[in-house]
C-alpha cells in the first residue's frame, strides 16, 4: 500500500472558475485545506465543426496550451512556455512510455515499432523487398464536437517543478492558488493548415484533496518551504541566409550569429537546452503540415554551437561541431531521448525505412543540450550554420528557444507568508 493509500483522500473536480474558448481557462483551488500535489488535467484538445483532421504528432491533443501558469494570487510561482517546451519533454521519454502511455493519454505520435524483417544472407544493397518499416503513424484526431474529439490527459507533476518536489500543497499557505492555461488556435497545431474553425474543449481538473487526518494537521501547520526546479525560457533569432547559387564555392554560404541572452542574468542555471524551431509552415507535398510541423526542432547544415558563459567558451575544440557531437551532448545532459537517428540530422541517403507518415520527420527534431551548472552574469550563445542552394529549410529564419533548468526556493517567514526565490547554487 503506497502512503497516499493509506491516508484518506477525496477527489475533487474542480471546474474552470473561467474559460472562454481559444483564450484562457482558470482554475482555483479552495483554501484552508490540503491537496496531494499530484493534479491532473483532462479534457485538453481541440474540436472543428468544419471536420476531422489529425494532431500535431509531438503534442497531440494537449497542442492548444500556449502557456501554463501557477498562480497564488499575484504571485507567479511557476510559468512554462509549454508550446515549445513541452515537445522536448515529449522526447525525452523512452520509446516504452510513449507507446504505451503517451499515445493514448496525449494521443501523440511518439514511441516507434519495426515491422517486417531484412534478410542481409546474400543482399547486396541496405532495403530492398525486405524492408523494415519503422512506423507508427497518427490515428486519434481532431473531430465535429467536444465530445468525438480526441482530449489529454496531462499530469500537472510533469510540467510544474514545484509540484514535483513536495508531496502535499497546504492551501492555508498558498491561499489563492490557480493554474491558468492559455490557448493558441493556430492551423500549425494540426494536419489541416486550412483550419481556421479550431475550438478548445472546456478542460477540468482533478484534485485529491485530503480529508481530516494528522497527516493533513501537520502539513498544513509545519510547512517550511522547498526547493524545486523551474524552467526559465528566452530565444532569438537566426536570421534568412541567402545568396547561394548553383555555382561551385557558392552553393554554401556560412553564417554565424553571436547573441547574448538577458533573461538568465544574476540565476544559477543547471544546463541549457536549445530548440530549432522553424518560423515557416513546414508542409508536405499535398500542403498539409508536417507530422511535427512548427513545433519540432530542424537540424541545419554545417551547424556548431559555442556557449560562452561569463566570458569564457564552455565547449571543448571550438565548440559542439556536427550532429552525431551534438546528438551525444545532448542525451548526456537530457538523458533518453525518443528519437530516429534521421530525424536528428539531414540528408540521409535511403529514408524508405521509416514509412510515409515518419518520413515527414526527416531533420525535424534535433535539439541541443550542455551542462552549465554556473550562476550567470552574462551569457552568451554562438551558433554557426550554413545555407544550402535549393534547400529552403536550411535557410529559413529560424526561432532558437532557449531553455534553462533553474532552482529556485520557496523560503516561509515566521508571519507566515512566503518568498520565491532564485537559489545561488544547485541543491
Known sequence: M???ESIPYVTRIVEPRYNRSGFQSQFELPDDTAFYSDMRLAGVGFSSASGATLYNGLLGAEAPIQKMSLLDGGTVIEQVDFQNWRPMQKVNTDNDSNISMQRYLSHNSLGFIAEGRVDLRGQGNYGGDQQTDVALAPVDSVNTTDATSQQAWISLKEVFGFLRSMSIVPTNVFKQMRVVIEY???TKLVA???KTDLQTTPPVLFAD???ASDVKRTAMSTFQGIRYTAVEHDSFLLPVIDGMTDVAGNRTIERTVTTQLKAFNGKYIRDLILKF??????????????LYGQLGSQATYGRNIQVRVNGVDTLPQGGARG????LAMTTDTMGT???????YTIGPQDTNELGASLGETIAEMSPFACDVESSIEDLQLIITRSGVFGNPDLNDPIR??????IPKSIVVTRDGRYAVLYDSTEF
Open 2 to 4: 503506497s502512503a497516499k
Open 184 to 186: 493558441s488556435t493556430s
Open 192 to 194: 489541416d493548415n486550412t
Open 209 to 211: 484533496e485530503l480529508l
Open 277 to 290: 524551431s522553424p518560423t515557416n509552415a513546414q508542409t508536405t507535398g499535398g500542403g498539409a503540415n508536417k
Open 323 to 326: 550532429s552525431m557531437r551534438q
Open 337 to 343: 531521448l525518443n528519437l530516429l537517428w534521421s530525424q
Open 400 to 405: 532558437v528557444d532557449c531553455f534553462a533548468r
